[in-house]
Every structure is written in structure tokens, then in C-alpha cells.
């Protein structure tokens, strides 16, 4: 072979790599464009109501910021927790659970959940993971987390507010408990490893193994771990509560309650970037029962605000524990 055509052979032989990499880098640029997008838009719009309420500024607002940015990397560790439930050869690092958890969070900017899933997806071919296993972990977590948000929640406002909540507000409230049916079945493992079962059969043309299914038992107990991520943001919103006006001590659980509930339906929501509006809804929604429905609006807009700021220290977050991880493994 001369040395021309060696050559050429070696560039043939790159350019898929070269397509690939521009391919990957196009991508990503596009997803922290829209990101980006839709982060500033949530944060421009509702800073500029804030900023017409002339509030002072309160460096608890910082520490509530703080607040929401801990919750999601503890959300990923208990999500690390399910997939070595499902698979104990599957070895996920601390910091790898933190930085998927973190990039998977930041990803609920685009409408619907296929960014989030996607990212984890991704990271699962690149660390050698089934991906229909860390599928199944991503529907549990979700799982988890709307149960661990929607029944505590639920019986706080009950409890606090009576069932005349629900009279004029049926359409809105009664969402949650509706849900609880088909996550229910989730739980119930039998029944929920057919019914995935079928679809990937023949999809993927061979069967899941029972054993990426967790027991209800076990199930049962990972929900009530993701009560602990809820009850830290719920501390977050009671602190932005005390900013605007006086919470008393027989407040803090309901008012808590509202916000873990108003993001467990914006969740749901899974149309709008970040359920926005949604949330806000709920929350004044609740608030107003304790409250000048104007103070309700200015508490949900600020909680908006701050909890945008920690979605920028959840950024901060990805950028330096990402680096920890070797090249191949990142998200």
C-alpha cells in the first residue's frame, strides 16, 4: 500500500469519529440553549413582578436557595440507592449519582421528562448499565417522589384546612389522589413487571428479568426515604414564608405541605417547562386559606425566584463534581 493511500485510509477512518463528535457536541449545545432558555425566562419573568413589590433583601432567601440546591443531589443518592436495588453489580459512584441527578434536574426545563430520562439513559451505555433497568429506576424514583409529595402532603392540608378545601377547587386538588391508582401498581411488583414486560418484549424481542423489579415491601420503604429530600424543601419554602410575613410554629407543616404538593403537581403538569404556573397556582391556592390572597402571590412568585437560584447552584454542582468523574463514565 503506498504511503497516499494509507492516507487516505486513516482519514476515511477518523471522519465517522469526527461526525460523531460534532454530532455529541451539537446536541449539547442545543439542550443548554434551550435549558438556558427557558431557566432565564422563569427567572426574568417572575424577578420582574418581585422587583415591583420593592421587597428588601433577606439572606434567608440565600439559605432557602441553599436549601433546594441540597435536595437534588440527595434525591440522586436514594436514585443510586434503587438502581443497586435493582441490579447489585451495578456500581454507581457518589459523585456519579450527584452529577446524573444534577444534569437529569436541570433537564425538567424542556417540557416533559424525556430530557431527564435521556440524560440517565445515556450515562447507563456509557457505564456498561442496562438501560432498561435504569428506565425502571427513573419510573420508581418519579414514583417515589410523588408519592413521598403527594399522600403526606394530603393529609397535612386535610388535617389543617378540612375537606372544604376541595369544594371550588376539586379539579385541581383531586389530581394527586387520582394518580395514586396507577403508581399503586407500580408498587405491586407482578403486576407491574407484566405490563412492562409486554411492551419490551416486543420492542426488544426477550424478556425483563424479575429481578429488575423491586418487592412492595422494599418499595414502600424507598418512599418513605424520599419523604426526606420533600421535608427539605418544604424547610426552604417555610423560610421564604418568614420573610414576607409572620409564620406561626402550627403554620410551618401545612405551609410546607403546600409547596412539596404544589411541585408534585407541577410535575404532573408534564406539558409546561418546570410546571411553571402550575405550582404557583397551588400554592396560593393554600396560602390563601392563612393569608391576604396579594401576600399568597408575592410568597409563591419569590418562591419561584429562589428556587431558580438553586437550579443555578444545582449547575454549580454538576460542573465540579462532573470533573471528579473519568471522561468516560461523565454525564
Same mark, same amino acid.
Given at each position: 500500500?503506498?504511503?497516499?493511500?494509507?492516507?487516505?485510509?486513516?482519514?476515511?477512518?477518523?471522519?465517522?469519529?469526527?461526525?460523531?463528535?460534532?454530532? =455529541?457536541?451539537?446536541?449539547?449545545?442545543?439542550?443548554?440553549?434551550?435549558?438556558?432558555?427557558?431557566?432565564? =425566562?422563569?427567572?426574568?419573568?417572575?424577578?420582574?413582578?418581585?422587583?415591583?413589590?420593592?421587597?428588601?433583601?433577606? #439572606?434567608? #432567601?440565600?439559605?432557602?436557595?441553599?436549601?433546594?440546591?441540597?435536595?437534588?443531589?440527595?434525591?440522586?443518592?436514594?436514585?443510586?440507592?434503587?438502581?443497586?436495588?435493582?441490579?447489585?453489580?451495578?456500581?454507581?459512584?457518589?459523585?456519579?449519582?450527584?452529577?446524573?441527578?444534577?444534569?437529569?434536574?436541570?433537564?425538567?426545563?424542556?417540557?416533559?421528562?424525556?430530557?431527564?430520562?435521556?440524560?440517565?439513559?445515556?450515562?447507563?451505555?456509557?457505564?456498561?448499565?442496562?438501560?432498561?433497568?435504569?428506565?425502571?429506576?427513573?419510573?420508581?424514583?418519579?414514583? +417515589?417522589?410523588?408519592?413521598?409529595?403527594?399522600? &403526606?402532603?394530603?393529609?397535612?392540608?386535610?388535617?389543617?384546612?378540612?375537606?372544604?378545601?376541595?369544594?371550588?377547587?376539586?379539579?385541581?386538588?383531586?389530581?394527586?389522589?387520582?394518580?395514586?391508582?396507577?403508581?399503586?401498581?407500580?408498587?405491586?411488583?407482578?403486576?407491574?413487571?407484566?405490563?412492562?414486560?409486554?411492551?419490551?418484549?416486543?420492542?426488544?424481542?426477550?424478556?425483563?428479568?424479575?429481578?429488575?423489579?423491586?418487592?412492595? #415491601?422494599?418499595?414502600?420503604?424507598?418512599?418513605?426515604?424520599?419523604?426526606? &429530600? =420533600?421535608?427539605?424543601?418544604?424547610?426552604? +419554602?417555610?423560610?421564604?414564608?418568614?420573610?414576607?410575613?409572620?409564620?406561626?410554629?402550627?403554620? #410551618?407543616?401545612?405551609?410546607?405541605?403546600?409547596?412539596?404538593?404544589?411541585?408534585?403537581?407541577?410535575?404532573?403538569?408534564?406539558?409546561? &417547562?418546570?410546571?411553571?404556573?402550575?405550582?404557583?397556582?397551588?400554592?396560593?391556592?393554600?396560602?390563601?386559606?392563612?393569608?391576604?390572597?396579594?401576600?399568597?402571590?408575592?410568597?409563591?412568585?419569590?418562591?419561584?425566584?429562589?428556587?431558580?437560584?438553586?437550579?443555578?447552584?444545582?449547575?454549580?454542582?454538576?460542573?465540579?463534581?462532573? =470533573?471528579?468523574?473519568?471522561?468516560?463514565?461523565?454525564?
Amino acid at each position: 500500500m503506498t504511503r497516499s493511500a494509507a492516507i487516505t485510509d486513516v482519514a476515511a477512518a477518523s471522519a465517522p469519529r469526527w461526525r460523531k463528535r460534532a454530532l =455529541r457536541w451539537g446536541i449539547t449545545v442545543l439542550v443548554v440553549g434551550v435549558v438556558g432558555f427557558f431557566f432565564a =425566562r422563569a427567572l426574568i419573568d417572575n424577578w420582574a413582578q418581585i422587583q415591583a413589590e420593592h421587597l428588601t433583601f433577606d #439572606w434567608l #432567601w440565600v439559605v432557602a436557595a441553599i436549601i433546594f440546591a441540597i435536595a437534588v443531589p440527595l434525591t440522586g443518592l436514594l436514585w443510586a440507592r434503587v438502581v443497586r436495588a435493582l441490579s447489585p453489580v451495578a456500581h454507581v459512584t457518589v459523585a456519579e449519582a450527584v452529577a446524573v441527578q444534577s444534569a437529569s434536574w436541570l433537564l425538567k426545563y424542556i417540557p416533559g421528562q424525556v430530557g431527564s430520562v435521556a440524560n440517565k439513559v445515556i450515562w447507563a451505555g456509557r457505564k456498561g448499565i442496562s438501560r432498561t433497568l435504569v428506565v425502571i429506576s427513573f419510573v420508581y424514583e418519579n414514583v +417515589f417522589l410523588q408519592l413521598a409529595s403527594i399522600v &403526606p402532603s394530603m393529609i397535612i392540608l386535610m388535617l389543617s384546612l378540612g375537606a372544604e378545601i376541595f369544594g371550588d377547587n376539586a379539579s385541581l386538588l383531586l389530581l394527586p389522589l387520582l394518580v395514586l391508582v396507577p403508581f399503586g401498581v407500580v408498587m405491586y411488583k407482578p403486576f407491574f413487571h407484566k405490563i412492562v414486560s409486554v411492551p419490551a418484549r416486543r420492542a426488544l424481542k426477550q424478556d425483563i428479568p424479575a429481578d429488575f423489579f423491586l418487592g412492595s #415491601w422494599r418499595a414502600v420503604l424507598f418512599t418513605t426515604e424520599f419523604i426526606g &429530600p =420533600r421535608a427539605i424543601n418544604g424547610i426552604g +419554602f417555610v423560610l421564604i414564608c418568614a420573610t414576607i410575613t409572620e409564620v406561626s410554629p402550627g403554620e #410551618w407543616l401545612p405551609f410546607a405541605a403546600a409547596y412539596v404538593l404544589a411541585g408534585a403537581i407541577g410535575i404532573l403538569a408534564f406539558f409546561v &417547562p418546570s410546571g411553571l404556573g402550575v405550582r404557583e397556582a397551588v400554592i396560593v391556592l393554600v396560602l390563601s386559606q392563612y393569608m391576604p390572597a396579594p401576600e399568597a402571590i408575592i410568597i409563591s412568585l419569590l418562591a419561584r425566584v429562589i428556587s431558580t437560584v438553586g437550579d443555578g447552584l444545582v449547575a454549580l454542582i454538576y460542573v465540579v463534581v462532573r =470533573r471528579t468523574i473519568p471522561k468516560e463514565y461523565r454525564p
